[in-house]
């Protein structure tokens, strides 16, 4: 894992509120720079609505977001900032490679060459030229992963990136996700997916907005009295212990 004495995101005391009801309840954290980040929790929890506001699509009602030295959302950060939806925001009615290729286009110093070696990241190499409103559902969520990549972001905001992928691509996808770490840049992938939690370097565990971990995997077992994540999680949950980095 490759770290800088900055994180590259910062979160002090969020509150957020939809409608009446108050979503995130003044969370605090920070994600160090060059590495993977889990954010784990129910679905329901509040994963996403963080995710929305590191990105800085999501109105806040208080705190801060501090991405890579600038307030979130801030448009100097729109190149830096790679965000993947759970819903794919790819064309139904391009190729693969042609939305793959648009995407590219839409950055300086990002070439054709780039998006088609993308492509075959992700494992869809072989399905360049279909219509993505012809490619199973996973494919279409690779498809989606691609056009986020391509832009080489700084910081990449996954939200629940392997759901409903197969077992042999989930392993390929997080092993991609390491390398972009190794190479410095900043991954946050939420999941509710607990076997998937070992892999990163640091877990945000989160329920009905608050922060119960904040560690690494080894380091939340080892406080909870725990041998797996699944059991840490439980844990924490039924006794209302929380576990946080000094």
């Not at 190794?182 to 998937?196: F, I, N, Q, W, Y």
């Not at 329920?207 to 844990?235: K, Q, S, Y």
């Amino acid at each position: 894992m490759t770290t800088t004495s900055a994180p590259a995101i910062e979160v002090r005391d969020l509150v957020v509120r939809r409608g009446k009801r108050e979503v995130l309840h003044g969370l605090t954290c920070t994600i160090p720079a060059g590495s993977v980040t889990g954010l784990l929790g129910p679905s329901g929890s509040g994963k996403t609505t963080l995710m929305r506001s590191i990105v800085g699509v999501q109105k806040i009602e208080r705190g801060t977001v501090t991405v890579l030295g600038r307030p979130a959302g801030s448009a100097a950060l729109r190149s830096q900032v790679g965000y993947l939806t759970q819903a794919p925001s790819v064309y139904a009615d391009l190729t693969v490679r042609e939305n793959v290729r648009y995407f590219a286009s839409l950055y300086k110093g990002v070439s054709t060459a780039d998006a088609d070696a993308v492509l075959e990241s992700v494992g869809l190499a072989d399905h360049a030229t279909q219509l993505v409103r012809d490619l199973s559902g996973g494919q279409r969520a690779r498809a989606n992963l691609a056009c986020t990549l391509v832009s080489r972001p700084t910081v990449l905001i996954l939200d629940e990136p392997t759901v409903g992928q197969d077992p042999v691509l989930r392993d390929e996808l997080w092993r991609q996700f390491r390398a972009l770490a190794a190479e410095g840049t900043t991954v946050l992938v939420s999941s509710h997916v607990m076997d998937e939690a070992g892999r990163c370097d640091r877990l945000l565990l989160i329920r009905e907005g608050n922060l119960v971990a904040d560690e690494r995997p080894e380091a939340i077992t080892a406080a909870t009295g725990t041998t797996d994540l699944e059991a840490a999680f439980l844990h924490l949950i039924r006794t209302g212990q929380t576990v946080m980095s000094s």
